[in-house]
């Protein structure tokens, strides 16, 4: 299978799972969230060895924007959100 293809299909996946669990907490458990982390780091991975430079491109800027939406943004708000 072509590189670019998992790593597209590894975005729509994680983009699906990490939308399922945003809008229902209690659907998953917290393997869902990772699944959510580990395959858009697959995905980036593939984006790498990805010859297609249109599925290089969205490949990579998708599994980035769905690894920022679930680690990066989660773990910043830590830092300022501390206290109930």
């Known amino acids: 299978m072509n590189p670019g293809a998992i790593s597209i299909s590894a975005f729509l996946i994680s983009l699906a799972v990490y939308a399922a669990w945003f809008f229902n907490e209690n659907l998953f458990s917290n393997s869902a969230m990772i699944v959510a982390v ?9 984006a790498v ?3 297609n430079g249109f599925l290089k ?21 830590t830092l300022f959100w501390n206290t109930p």
Do not use: D, E
């Open 38 to 46: 580990l395959l858009p780091l697959i995905g980036i991975v593939a």
């Open 49 to 51: 060895f990805a010859k």
């Open 57 to 77: 491109a969205l490949g990579f800027t998708g599994n980035s924007f769905v690894l920022i939406l679930v680690v990066i943004i989660p773990f910043i708000s």
